[in-house]
């Protein structure tokens, strides 16, 4: 583990943004799908990009915890 960085330091903000538009994405690729209907190739493909960014989200998600002193699920 490396140093433990604050709320506003640009690696926490970085990582942050990177979830955040994972999470944007997932959202959207709902719609995304719902216009696809009728394509399974197309709509395989955002169930698959879909599944990516949940994963990027999750793993920023892990990364930040990892570097801030706040642990994953906390409130």
Request: glycine share 8%; net charge negative; proline share 1%.
């Amino acid at each position: 583990m490396g140093k433990v960085h604050g709320h506003a330091d640009n690696i926490v903000y970085d990582l942050v943004s990177i979830q955040y538009h994972a999470l944007k994405g997932g959202q959207v690729y709902e719609q995304y799908k719902s216009d696809a209907e009728g394509h399974d190739d197309i709509r395989q493909f955002l169930d698959r990009i879909q599944r990516e960014d949940m994963d990027r989200a999750r793993r920023a998600q892990e990364l930040l915890a990892s570097i801030i002193d706040v642990p994953v699920g906390a409130r």
